[in-house]
């Protein structure tokens, strides 16, 4: 029979459970013993009266409330959905245009309509590429599941190594797809489904009959392929030929490194199990290859080693040697996993004495079905909770959240020892931001592994066990990062330059949803400087009155036009998929950069949640009039529940978990449900920390009076951390010629780290552009804007030191568009002077979502910022168009009488 999870058989050739066996939950040991099935009684078997039934239910309660601690309550989304309903195929754009329904397990469909699944669908998860229509044959776009890539069509799945097919450049580095190796079953599959998924997993399945089938769990991490085998006649393909086939021999010393001396016997079964290969070339039509262990080296020199959990005979034609078969249908779990070639700056490996491979082989035994993601947050402890890192930070003085991965697992083996031992053998590889953060205990050192396994972000560490915990410090900031004190005539300088950026691009009712947040929190944070300083210097003499008033009228005012649905591009609830999307992007999938089709949201929404705290802070009469409102644009992009296939829970929205947060990447994705063949990617890290940074503030302000919703906060301030590790880590890059250190202090070729910043990041590339070029200064900027508090926690002055002096180099005709972002830059390495250039700045001609006025402010909150220093005399504010002035905005004039 198959070890590990079976692949249970059903009496309906298209896998749908019967009536009984969805009604009945089940119980499933995992971790090494084959699942157990056990029916959960759904009445009494005796005949009770209905009275004595209700006095017992009563009594019951009375008890459980009685004996049982009181727990905090979990996590939960309050509230509704306050927006109209609709389903997409009155918009032109039913779900079936973009998902291929059929690609989906029966019993994850939705049986009440209109929603299309029975969860909340996840727009932004890492496989969304394979349940988009194609046009290639069924053929799908590419995922990435580190160190690997897959493709999949109705005849099997295509296997890549895409960092073997690397090429680099000064602009970019790419790793090309290409099927390695095609894994197929000689009987024809008759459907293919997505059977259940969660954050880091998703797990599919072939069906021929309800007797022959396959399926493999595709867990990010994981450094093998496993696929689980129903009486099926598995079909191995390379991308040309296989140049030749190896049976490893059973060196009885391979594990004596790294086994206990109490741990002997488990040694020897894996010695027996995967230390017994054969080849028999006595046939000139094939060549038979009998075992339970081989290697496989490609034409194009790519090695790769396969595991059985039971004997299989392989054959392969010794003239053509384009594909190795089995000669009978096996049953039984297969695992492949690529043996790396180190590169040339590293250390040549012998293959036959590799650590590395020693390590693959004594570990195969155990493999990923799945992933849970949790997370739990408590006060800083004096210790530095496990971290590899004893770096400090500001976020380290308050709250943190400790992280775990708890990956389910199964084994080859048979289950005679403990599940949790069979857990801890679990072999997974870790990004460099994890490893920043794991205990150094759970990883495997270079001398016990010798070989590395890369993808886009670098080269990957191996980690032991099932479960990875670590601390994420959660930043510790406001609306604001502190006031400091600045001169009285600098006070009046800024109110005087709010009071005219506020009569300059109000927002206007018929941009689109992007646009208009921009202007919104633009506006916003006009409002929340005014109100700061004019408060802090009420008892000056010279200060301009009722600019704080204005602005908060003039915010209210287009606040409660777009909460309230009053604008041209309004926001809609998608009753199918679950989430709320932009009336222009329903209509025509190109507008508002795809929004419509889940495109972009945390770039769109960050804008709109700044604006709504800051007039919750402003006045909290607005929490109680559109708190439920802006509560839904919060659980679009932040919502911490319905991370995996399990129908939606009765105290969650209809929202998937954090819609494009990427939990293995660390940090998010923009692309929605839009094929691309790369992958997943995201342009502007900035835009999504903004996005993480307006939930937090609005949870902060919407729950500050609420015990409950901490941890609602402290998860949206979990998102923002992420994000922020994970941009510094993978968008800010210092060559090391500008460290003088030789080869990459980073994790990206140092040719390409010569950028100091990448424009677009996805899963199989990285590179130095953005959708609008690749001008070095559109590309950093695009990830610096918009301009908040949170910022300086963004960029630190260390970093700036090299990246300014680079963009330098590139600015001999700045346009006005990013120059203000630009000096906003400058200032945090040099603030004095940075003052100096704001005073060229003309706030209509900045990007949209800056204007002179925040970066003046900005400036005077940097620590190098120095009133004696200032020529004040020198200031100059008659920059600005008459024309865009308040007088000429109706909806100006009729706000503040003017």
Avoid at 92 to 107: C, K, N, R, Y
Avoid at 435 to 454: I, N, Q
Avoid at 668 to 682: E, H, N, V
Wanted: net charge negative; with cysteine; charged share 20%.
């Amino acid at each position: 029979s198959l070890f590990g999870e079976q692949l249970v058989t059903t009496d309906h050739e298209d896998e749908v459970p019967s009536r009984d066996e969805r009604d009945v939950p089940h119980v499933v040991i995992t971790n090494g013993k084959n699942p157990r099935k056990r029916k959960i009684a759904r009445c009494c078997p005796y005949r009770i009266g209905l009275v004595p039934i209700s006095l017992l239910i009563v009594t019951g309660v009375i008890l459980i409330l009685i004996v049982l601690p009181k727990e905090r309550e979990p996590m939960r989304a309050y509230g509704f959905v306050p927006y109209t309903h609709v389903d997409r195929m009155d918009y032109g754009d039913a779900v079936e245009d973009i998902i291929s329904m059929d690609l989906f397990h029966p019993t994850l469909i939705s049986e009440t309509k209109p929603r299309a699944f029975k969860f909340p669908f996840p727009t932004g998860a890492f496989w969304t590429n394979l349940i988009m229509p194609t046009e290639d044959d069924g053929l799908s776009l590419p995922i990435v599941v580190y160190p690997y890539a897959y493709k999949w069509a109705d005849y099997g799945l295509q296997l890549s190594y895409p960092a073997a097919h690397r090429t680099v450049n000064s602009t970019g580095i790419h790793d090309a797809f290409k099927p390695d190796i095609t894994i197929a079953m000689k009987e024809e599959s008759r459907n293919r489904y997505v059977t259940k998924f969660d954050p880091l997993s998703v797990t599919l399945r072939f069906v021929s009959t309800t007797e022959s089938k396959w399926e493999t769990s595709l867990v990010q991490g994981t450094p093998y392929s496993t696929i689980k085998v129903l009486s099926s006649t598995p079909v191995f393909t390379s991308l040309t030929t296989f140049k030749s086939i190896q049976c490893p021999g059973p060196d009885k010393e391979m594990f004596n490194d790294f086994t206990d001396s109490d741990a002997d016997d488990e040694g020897s079964r894996r010695r027996r199990l995967f230390g017994v290969c054969s080849i028999d070339e006595s046939d000139e039509k094939k060549t038979t290859i009998r075992g339970v262990q081989f290697i496989f080296k490609s034409a194009e020199g790519l090695s790769w080693i396969m595991f059985s959990s039971e004997p299989m005979i392989l054959e392969i034609d010794p003239e053509e040697r384009t594909t190795i078969k089995a000669s009978s249908k096996f049953t039984g779990v297969i695992r492949l996993a690529h043996i790396p070639t180190n590169s040339p700056d590293e250390k040549a490996t012998d293959s036959d004495a590799s650590t590395g491979l020693r390590r693959l082989i004594y570990h195969a035994g155990v493999y990923p079905t799945g992933c849970h993601v949790s997370w739990d947050f408590h006060s800083q402890s004096s210790s530095n909770s496990g971290s590899s890192s004893s770096s400090q930070t500001t976020a380290n003085k308050g709250r943190q959240a400790t992280v775990s991965f708890t990956f389910t697992t199964q084994t080859m083996l048979d289950t005679t020892h403990l599940p949790s031992e069979a857990a801890k053998q679990l072999l997974m590889l870790a990004l460099p931001h994890h490893v920043e953060k794991l205990p150094s205990t759970d990883l495997l050192k270079p001398k016990k592994f010798d070989l590395t396994f890369r993808c886009i972000k670098g080269k990957m560490t191996p980690v032991v066990g099932s479960t990875w915990t670590y601390t994420e410090p959660l930043l510790d900031i406001g609306l604001d990062s502190g006031f400091k004190e600045v001169d009285d005539n600098v006070h009046e300088i800024l109110l005087e330059q709010i009071d005219d950026d506020m009569g300059q691009l109000l927002p206007t009712t018929a941009e689109n949803i992007y646009g208009f947040g921009k202007q919104i929190a633009r506006l916003a944070q006009l409002t929340h400087i005014a109100k700061r300083i004019h408060k802090e210097g009420e008892h000056g003499n010279g200060f301009l009155t009722g600019v704080p008033e204005k602005g908060t009228a003039l915010l209210a005012n287009y606040l409660e036009m777009f909460l309230s649905s009053q604008v041209t591009d309004k926001l809609l609830f998608d009753s199918n998929l679950g989430g709320l999307v932009s009336s222009n992007g329903l209509q025509d999938t190109e507008e508002d950069f795809g929004n419509g089709r889940y495109n972009d949201h945390h770039f769109h929404y960050g804008y709109i949640l700044y604006a709504c705290a800051i007039m919750g802070k402003l006045d909290p009469s607005f929490l109680d009039r559109f708190g439920p409102n802006v509560d839904a644009i919060f659980y679009d992009v932040a919502h911490p529940l319905n991370g995996d296939a399990s129908e939606v829970q009765p105290i969650s929205l209809f929202f998937p978990l954090a819609r494009h947060k990427s939990w293995f990447d660390g940090h998010s994705y923009a692309t929605g449900l839009f094929p691309f063949a790369t992958g997943k990617l995201q342009e502007s890290s900035s835009e999504a920390i903004n996005c993480y940074f307006g939930a937090y503030a609005w949870s902060l302000v919407r729950h500050s009076n609420v015990h409950i919703d901490s941890d609602m906060t402290d998860f949206a301030r979990l998102l923002l951390s992420m994000e922020i590790r994970s941009a510094k880590t993978y968008w800010q890059m210092v060559p090391p010629t500008a460290l003088g250190v030789p080869g990459s202090a980073g994790v990206y070729d140092p040719e390409f780290e010569e950028q100091y910043m990448a424009g677009n990041v996805g899963m199989l590339d990285v590179t130095a552009k953005t959708w609008l070029g690749d001008d070095p200064l559109h590309v950093h900027m695009n990830n610096l804007l918009p301009l908040t508090a949170v910022t300086a926690a963004t960029f630190d002055p260390d970093y700036v030191r090299y990246q300014y002096p680079y963009l330098m180099k590139y600015c001999d005709d700045i346009e006005m568009t990013y120059k203000g972002y630009l000096v906003a830059l400058h200032a945090i390495i040099n603030a004095t002077e940075a003052w100096k250039e704001a005073q060229d700045l003309s706030s209509w001609e900045l990007e949209t979502s800056l204007s002179k006025s925040e970066v003046l402010y900005w400036i005077t909150q940097r620590p190098s910022f120095s009133n004696a220093s200032l020529d004040l005399d020198d200031f100059d504010d008659s920059d600005d168009d008459e024309s865009a002035y308040c007088e000429s905005h109706p909806k100006c004039t009729e706000v503040t009488g003017t």
